[in-house]
Nanobody, 115 residues
Framework: QVQLAESGGGSVQAGGSLRLSCVASERIVSRLTMGWYRQAPLKPREVVARITSGGGEIYSDSVKGRFTISKDNATNTVWLQMNSLKPEDTAVYYC?????????WGKGTLVAVST
């Protein structure tokens, strides 16, 4: 069973930055599309950014230009660099690996952005 472990969440003021990390237990980062999702209180989980096996990046409109997804196939790690954070970015952020759709999930890391 693939395991994904997120880290890097925390509390930050608006305008600040955080970098999330996701480490996979198996060599999947080079083979699967990896993604970051988030879920704010009382809202459905939504996709934030995805990176394909070939390195193509896809972003939601709400984070485009502020967030950057990247990966290192050798260490099975995916990052999400978040800049210019806004209070509406407050959520639990989840790492995901796709296999015929979103298949494997991490337990999440909380990001809290204050005014």
């Amino acid at each position: 069973q693939v395991q994904l472990a997120e880290s890097g969440g925390g509390s930050v003021q608006a305008g600040g930055s955080l970098r999330l990390s996701c480490v996979a237990s198996e060599r999947i980062v080079s083979r699967l599309t990896m993604g970051w999702y988030r879920q704010a209180p009382l809202k459905p989980r939504e996709v934030v950014a995805r990176i394909t096996s070939g390195g193509g990046e896809i972003y939601s409109d709400s984070v485009k230009g502020r967030f950057t997804i990247s990966k290192d196939n050798a260490t099975n790690t995916v990052w999400l660099q978040m800049n210019s954070l806004k209070p509406e970015d407050t959520a639990v952020y989840y790492c995901n690996a796709e296999l015929g759709g979103p298949r494997y999930w991490g337990k999440g890391t909380l990001v809290a952005v204050s005014t």
